[in-house]
């Protein structure tokens, strides 16, 4: 399919919008993405003329409800390359994913002595969890040092890796800086030590192909939110024979197969892992927004963002008083600055009054600021519905920011 | 000059600027005239500690009035406590207590009010407040 963007940004209502005036230019993608119609209409028609409870009905409408559920978790499975949908959980999203692992195979997995290991560039939703479990157990959690560009540091990544390692659990991309890590290499080392890795693909699944298979990764987990689906939603990919070997995460109905007051004996995968009713119309629009992605591509939206963030970097570097963090190479269309003199709260609120949209703080990424010595980023992360001339007025809009503030 | 007479003020400066860059020009000239803090309370005690900005306060009880300090790490930030200070300085504790800082919608700066800006300015109304409270209780206690 020809990538033609004037075409695409008609998919997307919200982007017609004006603010305080002016056109909305949304460069806040890392946080969420904008829905396109077929999402939103899909989710409309599941509540106008599907709506039913799942998996437990034997009536038309559960039937048509469960039926249109199961068809997205297959649609999802086979973007992931996932070998069976035992293996693909739904979740609230890439925070409820990790703390499903940090519970259940913690129970499992995770005894007094124990090694967890993350990185330094970790988003909090990646670091807190284990910390938690580490505390519980009498477990330690070590964290993998990072470089000064960005780059996870491979040495010391390799020497932390011991017998009493037990689980690594790492960002596929990191989500202030956008620095794709070498995570086959890295889940390679992981292994040859025998330890299972889970990966945070939050920032890198609605940008790149992810294929857990190739990756083997042990846990893959990510947000539809972030992929151009609705929020509450996410996944957790786990390899059946851990997921086999984990107690469930919440228990309730739905997770069941049979019950009494003495014992309880728990259903198959997937769904020991889904207490309670799903997100169900979440769910299908889940599965609509990845039928829009592979209906574009995913290596064209790929190439595109490639050619936003050069656009990017190189307008933005242009401007005095501007520093990029995070220089190492290759990224995912994120770039996050920090602009001499300048707070990113002025900076961003400034923006915002230019009917710009990004991200301003610590990004939920408090260790690695303060591994960089900086108390927030100015963030600008883009999707495939950006373009270059809304790069320019960001440029533009930066440098009257300056103006004022200096 | 009362507390509504400084608002009222307050109010007819904003209505004079045509567009957005006018009023933050004007707040950001605020924030740099802003005296700040004396640095002997640039501490974690009068930190108000917000996700994006940082704000800190004291404050004084001087015959019956509230002496406030505040400062800000951001310059929008800091214009807009040095507009907060206008207001809530040299007030006694009641008049503090019963007011609820709307004037601020009337200038355009409500968004920077809002508890999920995480810029500190509305944990530090909040604060003004509980001095506010405080100093008034210790007042009645003294003459009871």
Not at chain 1, 220 to 231: I, N, V
Not at chain 1, 241 to 267: H, N, R, W
Not at chain 1, 377 to 401: M, P
Not at chain 2, 40 to 52: D, V
Request: include cysteine; glycine fraction near 6%.
């Amino acid at each position: 399919m020809d990538f033609d963007i004037d075409n695409i940004r008609k998919d997307f209502p919200i982007l017609q919008l004006k603010i305080r005036g002016k056109s909305l230019v949304y460069f806040d993608n890392a946080a969420t993405s904008q829905k396109p119609t077929a999402v939103i209409e899909r989710m409309a028609k599941y509540n106008r003329s599907e709506n039913s409870n799942v998996h437990r009905g034997v009536h038309w409408l559960s039937q048509l409800a469960t039926d249109a559920m199961e068809n997205a978790r297959e649609t999802i499975r086979e973007h992931l390359n996932a070998q069976s949908i035992e293996e693909v959980i739904f979740t609230k999203g890439t925070t409820e994913s990790i703390n499903l692992v940090a519970s259940s195979f913690g129970k499992a997995f995770i005894t007094a002595g124990d090694e967890i290991v993350i990185s330094e560039m970790e988003h909090h939703a990646n670091i807190i969890p284990w910390q938690i479990l580490c505390q519980e157990k009498g477990a330690s959690l070590k964290v993998s040092k990072i470089n000064p560009d960005g780059s996870l540091n491979i040495d010391h990544y390799k020497s932390l890796l011991n017998s009493r390692t037990k689980l690594v659990a790492l960002a596929h991309v990191s989500n202030v800086m956008g620095i794709i890590n070498p995570i086959k290499e890295l889940i390679h080392l992981a292994h040859q030590k025998q330890i299972p890795v889970l990966i945070d693909g939050a920032q890198a699944i609605p940008h790149t192909n992810v294929d857990v298979q190739e990756l083997d990764c042990d846990f893959y987990a990510f947000s539809a939110h972030k992929m151009y689906g609705p929020t509450g939603v996410g996944i957790l990919y786990g390899k059946k024979k851990f997921l086999e070997a984990m107690p469930p995460y919440q228990t309730g109905g739905e997770m069941i197969d049979q019950v009494s007051f003495e014992k309880t004996t728990f259903a198959d995968l997937p769904f020991k892992f889904e207490a309670g009713t799903p997100m169900i119309a979440s769910i299908i629009g889940f599965g609509e927004a990845i039928k829009y992605i592979n209906n574009i591509g995913i290596a064209t939206i790929e190439a595109y963002e490639h050619q936003l963030l050069d656009y990017g970097t190189k307008k933005l570097s242009e401007i005095n008083g501007l520093t990029i963090i995070g220089t190492h190479k290759p990224k995912a269309a994120v770039i996050s600055f920090i602009l001499d003199g300048i707070h990113h709260y002025d900076a961003g609120s400034l923006l915002d009054q230019m009917g710009i949209a990004v991200r301003t703080g610590n990004h939920c990424a408090q260790p690695l600021m303060k591994y960089m010595h900086i108390n927030g980023t100015i963030r600008a992360s883009f999707a495939f519905y950006n373009t270059k001339q809304e790069i320019d007025l960001l440029a533009e809009a930066i440098v009257k920011a300056q103006t004022m503030l200096l | 000059m009362t507390i509504q007479e400084t608002k009222e003020n307050i109010i007819e400066e904003f209505e004079l600027f045509d567009d957005w860059m006018d009023r933050y020009n004007y707040i950001i000239e605020m924030g740099k005239e802003c005296e700040g803090i004396e640095e002997k309370y640039k501490t974690k005690q009068y930190l108000i500690s917000g996700c994006q900005s940082q704000v800190w306060l004291s404050a004084e009880y001087k015959e019956g009035k509230i002496i406030f300090q505040a400062d800000s790490d951001a310059i929008i930030t800091k214009g807009i406590v040095q507009l907060l200070m206008r207001v809530v300085n040299n007030r006694t504790p009641q008049e503090i207590i019963n007011e609820d800082f709307s004037f601020l919608d009337n200038i355009g700066l409500k968004e920077h009010l809002s508890p999920t800006r995480a810029n500190g300015l509305s944990s530090m109304i909040r604060q003004i407040k509980l001095y506010a409270l405080v100093f008034k209780t210790k007042e009645e206690q003294k003459q009871a």
